[in-house]
């Protein structure tokens, strides 16, 4: 078998697998196609269940399953060929309903009987950490126990608000007993579609209701289906990569399981998790026997004893839970910072440059995942992790695999130290797994286990990179160095050979900045294997220079544009073709075609025609990286003007200065390895994927409707980096807590820290990284952690939310009061006396409030003949003052009030 073959004999797996929950979705819809009769008036359901579903007392159940066969029989006009000469490793033939067809082994996955039906039911029951027991009981269990809430009416659990730390990192409350508060809506995936609500509000028992919500998202689907283009089909694993990001839109808030089905389960996994793990593990688990050449009868036997109770001591059970037969091959790109903020002499094009390393750092991710894939004959579908330069990737755990992933290692080593000269790289590590190491357990948990040693394993290839230590070294090394710099140095990042065509910049630099420049006006993406010629003469594409790990990349705009490849995709040149535009809005589907990536692309622009001649940007009209057009994206230096206002004699105030926001999720090694009460490998992958989905999906949303003024320099898996102008930033990181707090359903062990730096426009970025990075460092020092750095001072969330709210109380009275600058600076001297109790004479600070107030009053209300009532009115503020600014200020905040008082002060700056 070629490795073309093998490639597409493993996509057909990875599809069967992927789809053999699709009744689930089918026959809550209640789709018509069920009904319809033969010519013995046999409904279609009726006919399936008998092929498809077990027996329980006398009745069919699980027959969802038997809709699996009836959906796919719906949707083939718009999916890859199910029959015809060539379906290896299925059935040849051109009966949809032979024994080894793709629509038997999906749909049989309750009721097993061929190798590959039987291949696919096990990696169902390991996706999902089933014990033999476990499952021999849930598959004899009804649909339904009469219950209120049924598989009809059950919305899917928040997995998140499920999450529960030990002491001291966590509350330590709740566990696996408690039925969570809140549930996704279902709707497709969305901005806001991501966001749980309460139970009551979107679970009810209304089975009709229910049903129609179904059978409209379905159709919505079915509608979705039809938009890949047909020219994809012939070229599986490209079709596929489409698939699975429409897959991801319409099933990713339908539970893949409901309390009414099993009564232990907790339907706190999606479909869309659940399918992908089933179909990375079947994969793996047919090659690691197809690819070795075993009977397939004989596994079959071995795989069959593995969940019959009856043959638990047999030697084919024993063979079948613990031959390490996966390999779990993880990828992690280090020196992320050193790569976007490496830099040389030069700032210009400084904005343009963040975007792209930004993006670059997602493609090099992205593209070293290809390449193991690749390596491997893996389909897309094989990826089941992959979140801010990190991803995981299910192989089968054969020899030939492991050379495959050596080779790929070197290659990936040879690219960076060519071009990045080892400050940054992709680290791949791997670890062989049994199937007994998938099972979530009871008193013990192999997954749980499992998991940590993915994690001590990663860890560990960090102190490998580049083989520096090997017997023979890295031939990037070894190539004469100075003879590569006759055209001097690069002059952006300062240690890279000049390219004698490109004015003083290496072939990397240019790429990112044409990149940075690009994502403002492209929306998707090609990769192919080889260069894509124009397809008109004179046509200009905007392709990078350098390949990628043997790669070539391709910007391209809407169908119009990107649509024309379509002889690409049928000559299997077109490798992967990705879409990152963002939604029309707040509820549109993440859903236009082609394969998604969550990759935040998202530019602060200028809208209007000739918006950057406004008065407010008087002197940024010849910026070296500026380039005035309509929605021509800002610059740095247009960004620290944007929060600058109009006072009432028309003179612009406020300071004109950057802020950095830079955070991540707090103690998430601790979240994965410990905050599930019972793991498995559907709801690992869940949780990353939703992680991620709040940094991905809502964040560029929310920058584009609320603060589009607002670079995002990188924001995925579990940290973000943004730069924007200062008073609008510290907006946006209070919304992004509680927006946050709202994601994760309130849980208070889920939170995250920030650090928060203001500076001028024209510092360095490197500098802006390491600033902030100190906020941060110093925000993680608070106990307990779910803390902010601002203007020096580190305090938790709440006590943050409240120092804003006294900045406002502090506007207020300022407007009223038209207090001095005078008068606030000193205040800020006022409170670091009230932060240092070891010194007696700090004490005064009551005092000395007391009486700078009273003296401010004095200047400012003047006795103009009735002097008690302008001395009750002296009073009056006084205490009004006393009771803002010194009780509910200095003395509650102590030098945590300096947020406040900064905030308002660089507000009323000239």
């Known amino acids: 078998m070629s490795d073309h073959q093998r490639m597409q004999a493993s996509s057909r797996v990875a599809l069967a697998a992927l789809l053999h929950d699709l009744g689930k979705f089918a026959e809550r819809a209640r789709i018509p196609e069920a009904q319809e009769k033969d010519a013995d008036s046999n409904t279609r359901q009726a006919v399936n269940e008998l092929l498809a579903c077990p027996e329980w007392n006398g009745r069919r159940t699980h027959i969802h399953a038997a809709f699996t066969a009836i959906a796919l029989d719906s949707l083939e006009a718009w999916l890859p060929e199910l029959v015809g000469e060539d379906m290896t490793p299925f059935a040849p033939w051109r009966e949809k309903n032979a024994d080894d067809s793709i629509i038997n082994a999906a749909a049989r996955h309750h009721r097993p009987d061929t190798f590959l039906q039987w291949i696919i039911a096990s990696a169902d029951r390991l996706a999902s950490g089933f014990e033999r027991e476990e499952f021999a009981a849930y598959n004899l269990a009804p649909d339904e126990e009469g219950n209120k ?86 070229n599986l694993p490209l079709w596929l990569d489409h698939f699975d990001s429409l897959w991801l839109a319409f099933t990713h808030a339908i539970p893949s399981a409901t309390a ?18 089933t179909a990375a593990l079947a994969v793996a688990l047919w090659r690691f026997h197809a690819d070795q ?62 975007r792209g390393r930004s993006f670059y750092v997602s493609l090099l991710t992205e593209l070293a995942a290809l390449k193991v894939l690749e390596a491997l004959d893996l ?120 390219h004698p ?84 809005s707040a509820d549109a589907p993440l859903w236009n075609g082609y394969a998604r990536r969550a990759i935040n692309a998202f530019v602060p622009r200028f809208g209007e025609i000739n918006a950057w001649e406004s008065d407010r940007y008087r002197g940024l009209e010849d910026l070296d990286d500026f380039e005035p057009h309509p929605q021509a994206p800002k610059t740095l230096n247009h960004l620290a003007r944007d929060d600058r206002r109009l006072d009432e004699n028309r003179r612009w105030v406020g300071a004109e200065a950057l802020m950095t926001l830079k955070g991540d999720i707090d103690n998430l090694g601790l979240i994965f390895q410990q905050g599930q009460a019972r793991p498995t490998f559907a709801r690992m992958a869940a949780l990353s994927r939703q992680i991620n989905a709040f940094f ?12 589009p003024n607002t670079y995002t320099v990188f924001a995925g898996g579990d940290d973000f980096f943004l730069i924007g102008p200062w008073r609008s930033t510290i907006g946006l990181a209070q919304r992004m807590r509680d927006d946050f ?56 969330w709440e006590k943050f939310a409240d120092i804003m709210t006294r900045e406002e109380a502090l506007e207020r009275l300022g407007d009223e009061l038209n207090l001095s600058t005078g008068y606030l600076y000193g205040l800020l001297h006022l409170t670091d006396m009230a932060a240092d109790q070891s010194r007696p004479e700090n004490a005064l600070w009551h005092a000395r409030f007391a009486y700078r107030t009273r003296r401010m009053l004095e200047a400012k209300i003047r006795n103009e003949g009735d002097r008690e009532a302008t001395e009750r009115k002296r009073r009056q503020l006084q205490q009004q003052l006393a009771v803002e600014i010194a009780s509910s200020g200095i003395e509650k905040h102590r030098a945590a009030y300096k947020i406040a008082l900064f905030t308002h002060l660089y507000q009323q700056r000239d």
């Open 149 to 234: 809430l049924n598989h009809y009416t059950a919305r899917q659990w928040t997995l998140l608000e499920d999450i529960h730390l030990p002491p001291p990192s966590g509350k330590g409350a709740g566990g696996e007993g408690t039925t969570p508060a809140y549930r996704y809506p279902l709707r497709p995936l969305s901005p806001e579609g991501i966001f749980p609500v309460s139970a009551k509000d979107c679970e009810t028992g209304d089975k009709a209701a229910a049903q129609a919500g179904y059978l409209e998202l379905w159709n919505r689907f079915q509608a979705g289906l039809k938009a890949i283009p047909a020219s994809h089909r012939s």
């Open 501 to 584: 065509e490109l004015d003083g910049l290496s072939e990397l630099a240019w790429d990112q900045v044409q990149t940075g420049k690009w994502l403002a006006h492209q929306d998707r993406l090609l990769v192919s294997r080889a260069r894509i010629a124009p397809l008109a003469e004179g046509q200009n594409l905007n392709q990078l220079r350098l390949p990628i790990f043997g790669y070539h990349v391709l910007f391209t705009g809407a169908e119009d544009a990107s649509g024309r490849f379509g002889g690409e995709a049928r000559s299997g040149n077109l490798l992967r073709a990705w879409d990152f535009s963002l939604p029309e």
């Open 696 to 707: 991905t999906v809502w964040l560029p949303w929310l920058c584009r409707k609320e603060f």
């Open 293 to 354: 050449g075993h009977d397939p009868e004989a596994v079959r036997d071995e795989l069959r004893a593995q969940w019959d109770r009856e043959r638990a001591g047999h030697e084919a059970a024993r063979r079948a839970w613990e031959t390490e037969k996966f390999l779990l091959v993880q990828g992690d790109f280090t020196g992320i910072q050193e790569f976007i903020f490496a830099g040389g002499e030069s700032q210009r094009q400084v904005a343009r440059l963040l």
């Open 260 to 277: 009414g089905i099993a009564g232990n389960v907790r339907p706190d996994v999606a479909l869309y998790d659940h399918s992908r793990t």
């Open 741 to 796: 707090a709202r994601y994760v359903a309130h849980n208070p062990d889920i939170h995250f820290s920030t650090g928060l730096s203001m500076t001028k426009p024209g510092l360095a970025i490197r500098h802006l990284a390491q600033l902030a990075e100190a906020a941060l460092d110093d925000a993680k020092k608070l106990p307990g952690k779910n803390a902010v750095t601002c203007f020096g001072q580190s305090v938790q």
């Open 379 to 498: 389909p897309p579908t094989s990826q089941v992790v992959n979140a801010a330069g990190k991803f995981l990737i299910v192989a089968p755990n054969t020899p030939e695999t492991l050379d495959a992933i050596g080779a790929v290692q070197a290659e990936l080593n040879g690219w960076f130290l060519e071009h990045t000269w080892g400050q940054s790289g992709i680290n791949l590590a791997w670890l062989p797994a049994r199937a007994d190491d998938f099972r979530h357990g009871k008193a013990e948990s192999p997954f749980r286990d499992l998991i940590k040693r993915l994690f001590e394993q990663l860890e560990a290839a960090k102190l490998r990179r580049f083989d520096l230590c090997g017997a023979t070294p890295p031939a990037a090394i070894r190539r004469a160095f100075l003879d590569r710099f006759t055209d001097g140095e690069c002059r952006i990042d300062g240690h890279s050979p000049a």
